[in-house]
């Protein structure tokens, strides 16, 4: 058995402004449109991973999602000009990432990290 493809689907009153939102912090593409749902994808592939946890890290909340990014900056400045929520940095942390925490719309927390 191989898994194919791991989807977070994260529960939301208005899926076209969540969609929006990632489309424009990170660029990401509408893949798929349904009213009830609304996928937003990026080229490449990654690991499969999830995470359980207690804490975010550095007595931080935990988000619900962590993205890796090749451009830390460059996310964090689009980031500033949505005026979107940076809760958390960006900060160095100790176990080696460089990362903030950014508020999605409906409070939907986000990790952005890149690795040092």
């Known amino acids: 058995m191989a898994i194919k493809r791991i989807v977070?689907?994260?529960?939301?009153?208005?899926?076209?402004?969540?969609?929006?939102?990632?489309?424009?912090?990170?660029g990401m593409?509408?893949?798929m449109?349904?009213?009830?749902i609304t996928t937003v994808s990026?080229?490449?592939q990654a690991a499969m991973q999830i995470?359980?946890?207690?804490?975010g890290g550095s007595g931080t909340a935990v988000p619900?999602?962590?993205?890796?990014?090749?451009d830390i900056e460059e996310v964090l400045a689009r980031a500033r000009s949505m005026n979107a929520p940076?809760?958390?940095?960006?900060v160095d942390e100790p176990w080696g990432v460089r990362r903030f925490y950014v508020e999605a719309p409906e409070?939907?927390?986000?990790?952005?990290?890149?690795h040092a």
């Open 8 to 26: 977070p689907n994260l529960a939301c009153k208005d899926p076209q402004t969540m969609a929006s939102f990632f489309t424009e912090l990170f």
């Open 29 to 31: 593409d509408r893949v």
């Open 33 to 36: 449109d349904m009213d009830w």
């Open 42 to 44: 990026a080229d490449g």
């Open 51 to 55: 995470s359980a946890a207690t804490e």
């Open 64 to 70: 619900n999602l962590s993205i890796e990014v090749d």
């Open 86 to 90: 940076i809760p958390y940095g960006p």
């Open 107 to 114: 409070g939907v927390l986000l990790n952005i990290l890149c």
